[in-house]
């Protein structure tokens, strides 16, 4: 019964707002999901942790309407587990409590078999509702926004067009090419492509374990916090009018990288080093954007097991967590996957095994033009003249004598150096080719084929003028 309240206060809100729905503002305990003794559980527990609250700051600690609460410490106090000790103003949410004995004698056994303390968790169904109606799937993307949403990168248009469909899938793309041309920077920006922010909750609570899914470190605030100078009023005063069920966190659709470190066991849920408390893996905390596995085939783990762990996850959308007690909770999966490597695909793992990644799809290496266009926006950005001669005499005295292949990234680490060496010698810096020589000889790595010239004829020819 519980369950249903809950799924038809969701239901509701989704059909209401159907592409930028917010989980609503719970207007009773049921509608939270949580039994009444697991609030009255939390509030001992918060108490026990932080010490004297008031009505306010509980509310604001466990993130709950104080109007949901009240009923629970009115329980609690008269059950002899916390007691009134002042006020802060007036009204039943400044009365400042505190535990008495036998409360904390209670929160320390609480405490014992889960340890948790901060906002009140979602349910299991409550997050898989959210994760459903926010999903990466639900909307399909158009090929204009995909490209201007790529705009910033050069990129040749039927690359695009070859990696749309992958981003519309909402499933799997294997992004395989040379180091430096891109590939990551273009699954970082498919986040900002599915547009449409969403909501995360802080923690769900799946079978009595915590899991912390909200990471400030990976999840970028929906909309920056106004300073209260530009309000004018106590910012305080904003957070009584909540407009969303404030257990959950406005954030841009995350993307989320791992790389050559990755191991089997950091994609299972992390022990917090508190009892029935575990941090949320990488791929559960990117449900809603992108999930990045960088240099794909580095890692610590075979890439043959690495796929093997993703095949229920890619097929079903739902994801099976094991706990260091052994346990396994059952989550969702949505997010886009990228797997992004320099390595060639056939010699990662066999046929059967890529059949299961939708979207193999090659990253070429710039061409004349596009290395000549990514050279110009450099100097633009850093306020340098662009002249032609010097991809020119890069490709000529470099690309040429070097048999290397030039990479996307190399116009911006090279005018980054050509900078250094300009600020070294006390000159502007500018795309002449003495500076280009300094740069590119101190970058490009193969020097005993370059003949023609040498690091300290270059020196003494700059530092003469």
Request: hydrophobic share 35%; glycine share 8%.
């Amino acid at each position: 019964m519980q369950t249903e309240i809950v799924k038809d206060a969701y239901r509701e809100a989704a059909a209401t707002v159907p592409n930028r729905s917010a989980p609503p503002l719970p207007q009773s305990i049921e509608a939270t999901g949580l039994k009444a003794t697991y609030i009255s559980d939390l509030l001992l527990k918060t108490l026990y942790s932080y010490g004297a609250l008031s009505g306010e700051t509980l509310s604001r600690r466990i993130l709950l309407p104080y109007s949901l609460l009240d009923d629970q410490i009115l329980a609690l106090q008269q059950r002899k587990m916390i007691e009134v000790r002042g006020t802060e103003g007036h009204g039943r949410r400044s009365y400042v409590f505190d535990l008495t004995g036998e409360g904390r004698g209670r929160a320390r056994e609480l405490m014992e078999s889960n340890a948790y303390v901060g906002p009140a968790p979602v349910t299991a169904e409550t997050y898989r509702w959210w994760v459903a109606v926010q999903s990466v799937r639900r909307d399909p993307i158009s090929r204009e926004r995909i490209h201007a949403g790529l705009s910033h990168l050069v990129l040749d248009e039927g690359f695009i067009d070859r990696l749309g469909p992958g981003i519309n899938s909402g499933k799997s793309v294997f992004l395989y090419g040379h180091p430096g041309n891109g590939k990551t920077e273009i699954a970082f920006s498919i986040a900002d492509i599915m547009g449409s922010s969403i909501y995360i909750p802080h923690a769900v609570v799946i079978e009595s374990q915590i899991l912390q899914i909200y990471d400030p470190h990976v999840h970028a605030l929906a909309e920056a916090v106004r300073d209260e100078r530009d309000i004018g009023v106590d910012p305080d005063l904003l957070r009584d009018v909540p407009t969303h069920d404030p257990r959950f966190v406005h954030v841009r659709r995350p993307a989320v990288i791992v790389g050559g470190e990755l191991t089997l066991d950091e994609l299972e849920p992390q022990d917090s080093g508190r009892d029935g408390v575990y941090t949320a893996p990488p791929q559960m905390k990117s449900n809603g954007g992108v999930f990045v596995i960088d240099d794909f085939g580095r890692q610590r783990v075979r890439p043959r097991d690495l796929l093997n762990r993703w095949m229920i996850p890619l097929d079903r959308g739902t994801d099976y967590l094991r706990l260091s007690s052994g346990h396994k909770l059952e989550v969702p999966f949505d997010c886009l996957i990228f797997f992004a490597t320099n390595l060639n695909p056939s010699d990662l793992v066999e046929e059967a095994f890529l059949r299961r990644i939708r979207y193999k799809i090659h990253m070429p290496n710039p061409d004349r033009r596009q290395y000549a266009e990514i050279l110009r926006r450099v100097c633009a950005k850093r306020g340098i003249e662009y002249k032609e001669e010097a991809v020119d005499l890069i490709f000529h005295d470099f690309y040429g004598k070097l048999g290397i292949a030039p990479r996307s990234c190399h116009p911006g680490d090279l005018v980054a150096d050509l900078c250094d060496h300009a600020r070294y010698l006390g000159l502007e810096p500018e795309l002449t080719p003495d500076l280009i020589m300094h740069a590119c000889l101190s970058y490009f790595t193969d020097m005993p084929k370059l003949t023609e010239v040498t690091y300290d004829d270059i020196t003494e020819r700059v530092a003469n003028g």
